[in-house]
């Protein structure tokens, strides 16, 4: 009995020897383990939080900005924002409420750099009417952005749009795009 168990490891060990070494020297299974491993990780970076205090930390630090706004502090409000964006920087709202806290302190060009950077990724989020939001008041305190973000805009429209298909209103001519608010008004 004792022979069939040495038997059986020294087999497990030498086949999986030779796993590693077809892994390790040829192609044949390594991109197929190389993605079983990024799914696996990305699937344990989805069930495991991140950081000392878990994925409610982020949204921790965006209250604390959000807080400390409310309370008048607005240099720990800033700080707060930029902390929380560093994390994640995709989050349009957050931009956008950064770029009020600096537009309410008289910061305005830095107000217009953050609505900007919130029109950018909306536009990456296809979410075009809400960048109609932020045009007016980042053409007011910086065109060019404002002249950057019309062309992007532009570009993105057409892209959703068939090639060679206008939209056309009840009456037969193109539609405008609808007059943008205040960026104060969605954020």
């Known amino acids: 009995m004792l022979s069939k168990v040495a038997n059986l490891v020294v087999w497990t060990v030498l086949a ?7 892994y390790r020297y040829t192609d044949w299974i390594k991109p197929a383990a190389d ?11 989805k069930a495991v939080p991140n950081g000392p205090f878990g994925k409610g930390a982020s949204e921790d630090q965006l209250n604390l900005a959000r807080d400390s706004y409310a309370k008048g502090d607005v240099d720990a ?13 995709s989050n349009a709202d957050a931009h956008g409420e950064l770029g009020n806290v600096y537009y309410t302190a008289g910061n305005l ?17 296809k979410q075009l009417d809400r960048v109609n939001d932020l045009m007016p008041v980042i053409g007011q305190i910086n ?23 206008e939209q056309q ?9 609808a007059s943008p608010q205040s960026a104060l008004h969605y954020y």
């Open 143 to 165: 065109p060019s952005l404002a002249n950057d973000l019309g062309s992007k805009m532009a570009q993105a429209a057409s892209q959703e749009q068939q090639p060679g298909v």
């Open 77 to 89: 409000s800033v700080a707060a924002y930029r902390e929380y964006i560093k994390k994640n920087p």
């Open 35 to 45: 993605h079983a491993v990024s799914q696996v990780k990305s699937v344990i970076g």
């Open 16 to 22: 999986l020897f030779v796993v590693f070494l077809v």
């Open 169 to 177: 209103s009840a009456a037969g001519q193109p539609q405008q795009p």
């Open 109 to 125: 060009p830095e107000a217009a750099q953050s609505y900007y950077d919130a029109a950018n990724l909306l536009i990456d989020q």
